[in-house]
T-cell receptor, first 111, second 114 residues
Framework: SQELEQSPQSLIVQEGKNLTINCTSSKTLYGLYWYKQKYGEGLIFLMMLQKGGEEKSHEKITAKLDEKKQQSSLHITASQPSHAGIYLCGAPSGNTGKLIFGQGTTLQVKP | SQTIHQWPATLVQPVGSPLSLECTVEGTSNPNLYWYRQAAGRGLQLLFYSVGIGQISSEVPQNLSASRPQDRQFILSSKKLLLSDSGFYLC?????????????FGNGTRLTVT
């Protein structure tokens, strides 16, 4: 079965610094979703990647899917306290729309 | 626009008591529906999913069951709760099958079994 591994598990950065979160799959990815979760709340969809080499940006967050479609990275430029939370990557499993998720990366941004 | 409602937000139940969590979706028809559980320090585990009324697929054997009595209603139940059922339960929907249809999540229910 497919597994997603995220690194690092947790991250503390100073406000204004850049950071990168990685998501590595044990099998070829046929889609990769990034979500953000604040503690005790639901997941908020950030962006979706489908094609090898694809890159998407939303405000100061950029996500990429590598050419081999086995790894994705999420990059935050000039981090702000509002970026704090748990970031999860998810990938389709089977053909019923369900997603499997990585363990999540907890981000703290110090003002 | 589509919205998903999940309730209650928090719940404290004794061991052996029954459970019923409800999730409803508005603004779309025939959604795929999902129940996930997020245990402390662990990722999301898919419990059940449904592609239509009365159609339930279980991902892992457990003490829980799910039902879909109406197109946009998804219910998670248990006859007798165990301590291990504690966790954060999330309902989600997707518009259609396919890799270009993200899941949209409710705000979750924090269940504590005492």
């Amino acid at each position: 079965s497919q597994e997603l591994e995220q690194s690092p598990q947790s991250l503390i950065v100073q406000e204004g610094k850049n950071l990168t979160i990685n998501c590595t799959s044990s099998k070829t990815l046929y889609g990769l979703y990034w979500y953000k979760q604040k503690y005790g709340e639901g997941l908020i969809f950030l962006m979706m990647l489908q094609k090898g080499g694809e890159e998407k940006s939303h405000e100061k967050i950029t996500a990429k899917l590598d050419e081999k479609k086995q790894q994705s990275s999420l990059h935050i430029t000039a981090s702000q306290p509002s970026h704090a939370g748990i970031y999860l990557c998810g990938a389709p499993s089977g053909n019923t729309g369900k997603l499997i998720f990585g363990q999540g990366t907890t981000l703290q941004v110090k003002p | 626009s589509q919205t998903i409602h999940q309730w209650p937000a928090t719940l404290v139940q004794p061991v052996g008591s029954p459970l019923s969590l409800e999730c409803t979706v508005e603004g779309t028809s025939n959604p795929n529906l999902y129940w996930y559980r997020q245990a402390a320090g662990r990722g999301l585990q898919l419990l059940f999913y449904s592609v239509g009324i009365g159609q339930i697929s279980s991902e892992v054997p457990q003490n829980l069951s799910a039902s879909r009595p109406q197109d946009r209603q998804f219910i998670l139940s248990s006859k007798k709760l165990l301590l291990s059922d504690s966790g954060f339960y999330l309902c989600a929907w997707s518009g259609r099958v396919g890799i270009n249809s993200p899941l949209h999540f409710g705000n979750g229910t924090r269940l504590t079994v005492t």
